[in-house]
């Protein structure tokens, strides 16, 4: 029996005991192809050699020394390569040990820039429905994740959404798609007007929203909207790259494909690559002078921030993931995964749409394809695809709610960059079988 609090009670699970490249095997000798890195997390896929010896490195180096008393090469090298990989703009690193500690930071960044700078009545942020940016407190209250903010709503701080960039349901029948992103580039305005402008501290947003709705894509020229929405009321721009940052989509940051830079970004999941727990946020050059001018101080810390162990590996990770054939094979591989989704799923009844960029890909399921029409959420066809997919050995990450935190189902793909097309298609072949079994069961 268990002493463990599992995330489901009571559900067997098989035990991992060793990986490697893109397979996890379980105790029982049963192999997985890991056609989701976890939770989009395991970028360079399992036991990779060269971020094992980095680790093991600095571990008969030192392994931790606080923050307070001491910088280490490793944390100072980890921040310099970002900063040299992330647009101008993005200027400066704090490092953190996970998405959710990188959401709460940037958080309390934006605040304390709007104290900082003499606004101090700037304090509501807006974010976005059927979005999610983690489950700590604040990073909860930010989400619009309806389903995980249920039964924590009445202890959550206020905050404000609106609607996500949703085509496949939400753009009008004759509506064009830059029609559609002004249409919720206005929504987003009149919120602002509504909450007062001189209030509103910051707009967050997952460029590609990842679990909640598996892998959207915002409609070309949305964010560039926002963006300048943000800039005429003086509102900082929060993007959470959490999810489909470092190199996901096919560039470094998803919001490279849009035009626009943040004023902060949040990065996590890639950035360590499973190999250790370790988050960062991004912020501008304007941000870092108000604090350094100020205060002189962020007001924030955690006793884990700046590991060096995790440092270690995330600046072997990041060194692996600036070498020209890895981001290279995210866009071919990414290609053919979309393209073979679309031939083995395409004509199926019960798939609406198949979506995402580089190695992040949705696949919406439906019970009607014309209508849009969801399956009954009883029928739990998101948990079901997941158990067939298992039993194929393949780990893909399901989810329900998509629509509106109840209804709907998607699965998410994000297998690790260093994926062949050979083990694409394997993906393509145990998904397709796991959706039919799932959907006649
Ligand atoms: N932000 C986004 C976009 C995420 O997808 C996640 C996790 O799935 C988080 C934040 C929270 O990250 P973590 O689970 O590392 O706290």
Request: contains cysteine; aromatic residues 8%.
């Amino acid at each position: 029996m268990t002493k463990l609090l599992h995330r489901t009670i009571g559900s067997t699970m098989p035990r991992a005991v060793a990986g490697e490249g893109i397979y996890i095997t379980d105790s029982e000798g049963r192999t997985y192809i890991d056609g989701s890195g976890g939770a989009a997390v395991s970028c360079l896929g399992h036991n990779h050699p060269e971020v094992l010896d980095a680790m093991k490195a600095q571990m008969a180096r030192i392994s931790y020394a606080h923050t307070s008393f001491f910088t280490t090469d490793v944390a100072e090298e980890l921040a310099e390569q970002l900063v040299e990989l992330a647009p101008k703009g993005l200027d400066y690193v704090y490092l953190v040990s996970g998405g959710s500690e990188a959401v709460e930071a940037a958080l309390k960044m934006a605040r304390q820039y709007f104290v900082e700078i003499g606004q101090p009545n700037r304090r509501h942020i807006i974010a976005r429905r059927q979005s999610y940016h983690g489950n700590t407190i604040g990073a909860l209250a930010t989400g619009g994740n309806a389903w995980r903010r249920a039964q924590f709503r009445p202890m959550l701080p206020e905050t404000h959404h609106v609607s996500p960039c949703y085509a496949y349901r939400d753009m009008q029948v004759g509506e064009t798609p830059v029609a559609y992103g002004e249409r919720l580039a206005a929504e987003f305005e009149t919120k602002i007007i509504e909450l007062g402008a001189d209030t509103v501290m910051a707009f967050v947003a997952e460029p590609i929203v990842g679990a909640t709705l598996g892998a959207v894509t915002p409609v070309a020229g949305y964010l560039k909207l926002v963006r300048q929405i943000c800039d005429k009321y003086g509102i900082l721009l929060i993007l959470d790259e959490v999810m489909c940052g470092m190199g996901r989509t096919g560039t470094m940051f998803a919001f490279e494909q849009e035009g626009i830079i943040p004023d902060l970004m949040t990065i996590a999941k890639g950035l360590g690559g499973g190999f250790q727990p370790i988050g960062a946020v991004m912020l501008s050059e304007t941000i870092y002078r108000a604090f350094a001018e100020g205060s002189g101080l962020f007001q924030h810390g955690h006793t884990y921030i700046g590991h060096p162990i995790a440092a270690a590996a995330a600046n072997k990770v990041v060194e692996i993931l600036r070498r020209s054939e890895t981001l290279k094979n995210v866009v071919r591989m990414g290609e053919r995964l979309q393209v073979g989704l679309d031939a083995a799923l395409g004509q199926s009844a019960y798939v609406g749409d198949i979506r995402g960029r580089g190695l992040f890909r949705g696949i919406e399921i439906v019970a009607n394809k014309d209508t849009k029409e969801p399956f009954d959420p009883a029928r739990r066809i998101n948990s079901r695809i997941k158990k067939e997919a298992m039993q194929r050995g393949l780990m893909c990450y399901p989810m329900g709610g998509t629509i509106d935190g109840v209804h709907g189902d998607h699965v998410l793909l994000a297998p690790p960059y260093i994926i062949e097309a050979e083990q694409i298609d394997m993906i393509i072949d145990r998904l397709a079988a796991a959706i039919d079994a799932a959907v006649a069961g």
